[in-house]
C-alpha cells in the first residue's frame, strides 16, 4: 500500500473489484478518441471511466482503496462492438459438432465430416438420448476435397437410424440425412417452398438431403425445435461467453425468430450474461418482439427489427444482378440468385419501421438485393420524411461502386464483410462472382472516400467472432492462397479499428457510452498481446486476446 489513497499494483487478472477505483497503467492504451489517441492511465470508478491521460493527473483524481492493474506492456483498447453476429446461433456452433475447414476446425473432406460426427456422437449420447438429434455446424463445400456439398447418403453412413443435420458455415444451407428428412415430412415430390430449394437426386424429385434457405430454415425449425428451455439457456450462455473469448463487449442476436427475443430476456434475468445482447427480431416472423429501447435490462435490449432479402454468396443463393460466374448443380448460366421475399415484402417491412420509429438491420449480400433495400428506403423517406433512424445494410458484399452514393443519400450505414476476403476470396474469384467482381466485394475504402462510416462484422457462427481476423482481414484483405483480394479497398488499421469500436456504437446510438476510452463511458476494455498499431499489417493476424473487461470487470482472461 502506498500514497494517501493506498494502491494495489497487480496484474489484471488479479485485479479486485471491489474496491472503489481501478487505475490501469503500465502498457499502451489506444482510446479511439481522435481528440486524445492515446493515454499512459486509466481510472475506473463503479463500471465507468473517471479519467484517461497521463499517469500523474490520472492518480490525483482517484478516491479511496484504489487498485493498480499493471497491463504488463499489453495493449488495452475499447472492447469491440460486434456490429452484427447471431448470439443464439454461436451457442448451436460452440455445442455442436465443429466441422469447420482449416484452420477453425478439420473438416476439410466428407471422410473427415464423418469422423468429427462419429466422434461426437460417442462424446454426446446424453445429448442425443434428450433431444433426438445429432447436430453438426460449419461444413464449407467451397473448401472440402471432393468440392460438392454431402448429401443424405454421406450422412446415412454415420447413422441411418438418428436423425442427422449439419448446418453449412453459411447458416443458409444444411444437409439433412434420411432419417432427418423423414421426419421433417420431406419425401419424393416435395415442391419447394417460396424462397427455397430442395436439392434433387438423378430423378428430379427425390431430396438427396441438401437444402437452401426457407427448405432449410423450415426443416431445421423441425428438428431443432424439440430443444426445451434448458438447452436454449444453455446455448445463450454458450455464445455470449464465446464471443467474450474474442474480446467482444457488446453482441448481436441479429435476426431473434419467435421466442428468442424471450428467452434472451430470460437468460439475462438468470445472470448468464457477461456482455451487452442487442436482439434485432425478424420483422417477418417475429413481429410481436419487435419492443425496441435503448435501455438495457440485465444486459438486453431490443435494438429494432430485422429483414432479409436474400441468402449466401458463397453458398450462391445471394441474389445478383449478374449471373454467377458458375451456377450450381443443376442452374443455367443466367444464375443470378434468387430474393428470399418479394419485392413488395421489403418495401412494407422498411415502410412499417419508419413508420413506428424502429431501426431495420436489412440483410442483403447480392447488388439486387441492395437495389430493392435502396428502393425501399428510399420510398420510406419521401414517405415519412428524413430522420436519424440509422438503417443498416446487412452484409453488402456485392455492392456496387455506384450504389455506394445511394446509400449515403438515404443515410443507410453499411455493415460490411470483410472476413470473407480470407475464408471464401478464393473461391470468389474461382466460382462464385469471377476475378473482376470478387476483387470488389465488402468496399470499405470506397465508402470511406465518400465519407462514409462502415462497420466490420464476422457473421458468427458463419465464422468464428475472431477480432483479430476481422482486423487483419480488413487491412489486409489476404485470402487463403494468400492473394490480396481488391488492394484497392483495403484501408489502415485505425479505420478498421474503429469499425470494431466506435462506429458499431454509433450503429447502436451508444456512442455516448461505448466505442472509445474516455471519461464519463462505460470501462469495457479488450487487452492484446500487443500494440496492433504498432505492428505491421501481415502481422495482425498473430494478436491474441488477452483479457475482456465489461464496466470494470474481467469477463474472460487466456489461459
Known amino acids: 500500500m502506498a500514497g494517501a489513497t493506498g494502491t494495489f499494483v497487480c496484474s489484471s487478472a488479479e485485479a479486485a473489484n471491489e474496491s472503489n477505483d481501478t487505475l490501469y497503467v503500465g502498457g499502451p492504451i489506444v482510446t479511439i478518441n481522435d481528440s486524445q489517441p492515446t493515454a499512459e492511465a486509466v481510472l475506473v470508478r463503479g463500471g465507468r471511466i473517471v479519467a484517461v491521460g497521463a499517469r500523474g493527473e490520472v492518480e490525483r483524481q482517484a478516491d479511496g482503496l484504489v487498485t493498480t492493474v499493471d497491463l504488463m506492456g499489453k495493449t488495452m483498447l475499447p472492447g469491440f462492438v ?35 460426427l462419429r466422434d461426437w456422437t460417442a462424446n454426446n449420447s446424453d445429448v442425443i438420448k434428450r433431444y433426438g438429434v445429432i447436430v453438426g455446424f460449419g461444413y464449407d463445400d467451397s473448401q472440402l476435397e471432393e468440392q460438392r456439398h454431402p448429401t443424405r447418403a454421406d450422412l446415412d453412413a454415420v447413422s441411418f437410424d438418428t436423425p442427422i443435420l449439419i448446418v453449412h458455415q453459411s447458416g443458409h444451407l444444411g444437409v439433412l440425412n434420411s432419417k432427418a428428412l423423414e421426419e421433417a415430412g420431406l419425401v419424393k415430390g416435395t415442391p419447394n417452398p417460396p424462397g427455397g430449394a430442395f436439392r434433387r437426386e438423378a430423378d428430379g424429385e427425390t431430396p438427396n438431403g441438401v437444402c437452401e434457405e426457407a427448405a432449410f430454415f423450415a426443416a431445421a425449425g423441425k428438428l431443432l425445435g424439440r430443444l426445451d428451455a434448458q438447452a436454449y439457456l444453455e446455448m445463450i450462455k454458450a455464445g455470449a461467453a464465446f464471443y467474450a473469448s474474442f474480446g467482444y463487449t457488446t453482441v448481436q442476436e441479429g435476426r431473434a425468430m419467435p421466442g428468442s427475443a424471450t428467452m434472451l430476456a430470460k437468460a439475462g434475468d438468470a445472470g448468464l450474461l457477461d456482455v451487452d445482447v442487442v436482439v434485432y427480431p425478424d420483422i417477418f416472423q417475429s413481429l410481436n418482439e419487435i419492443a425496441p429501447s435503448r435501455e438495457y435490462r440485465n444486459r438486453v435490449r431490443v435494438g429494432g427489427a430485422k429483414a432479409t432479402i436474400d441468402g449466401s454468396p458463397q453458398g450462391k443463393t445471394a441474389f445478383l444482378s449478374q449471373p454467377y460466374y458458375k451456377p450450381p448443380e443443376g442452374q443455367g448460366p443466367d444464375y443470378r440468385g434468387y430474393a428470399a421475399i418479394t ?13 413506428n420509429g424502429w431501426q431495420i438491420l436489412t440483410h442483403a449480400n447480392g447488388d439486387a438485393a441492395v437495389d430493392w433495400l435502396i428502393e425501399a428506403v428510399g420510398a420510406a423517406t419521401a414517405k415519412h420524411g428524413p430522420g436519424d433512424r440509422r438503417a443498416v445494410l446487412v452484409h453488402g458484399q456485392t455492392a456496387r461502386l455506384d450504389q455506394l452514393p445511394m446509400l449515403k443519400d438515404l443515410a443507410i450505414l453499411p455493415s460490411f464483410f470483410p472476413m470473407h476476403t480470407y475464408y471464401w476470396g478464393d473461391w470468389h474469384r474461382s466460382s462464385v462472382l469471377g476475378p473482376e467482381r470478387a476483387e470488389r466485394i465488402s468496399p470499405c475504402n470506397s465508402a470511406r472516400k465518400l465519407g462514409m462510416i462502415f462497420t466490420s462484422h464476422h457473421d458468427a457462427p458463419v465464422a468464428n467472432p475472431d477480432a483479430i481476423r476481422v482486423l487483419s482481414a480488413t487491412v489486409t484483405r489476404v485470402t487463403r492462397s494468400g492473394y490480396v483480394l481488391g488492394p484497392e479497398e483495403r484501408v489502415d488499421t485505425l479505420t478498421a479499428l474503429k469499425a470494431m469500436t466506435i462506429w458499431p456504437a454509433i450503429q447502436y446510438f451508444e456512442e455516448a457510452n461505448k466505442g472509445t476510452i474516455e471519461p464519463g463511458k462505460l470501462a469495457d476494455f479488450v487487452i492484446l498481446s500487443a500494440n496492433p498499431l504498432a505492428v505491421k499489417p501481415e502481422e495482425l493476424i498473430t494478436l491474441k486476446i488477452v483479457e475482456t473487461i465489461k464496466e470494470g470487470k474481467s469477463v474472460y482472461r487466456a489461459t
Open 82 to 116: 460486434d456490429p452484427h453476429g447471431h448470439v443464439v446461433m454461436v451457442g448451436l456452433q460452440a455445442l455442436a459438432a465443429n466441422l469447420l475447414p482449416a484452420p477453425d476446425g478439420e473438416g476439410n473432406s466428407i471422410s473427415a465430416l464423418q469422423r468429427v
Open 343 to 355: 419485392k413488395e415484402q421489403i418495401v412494407d417491412a422498411v415502410d412499417l419501421a419508419f413508420a
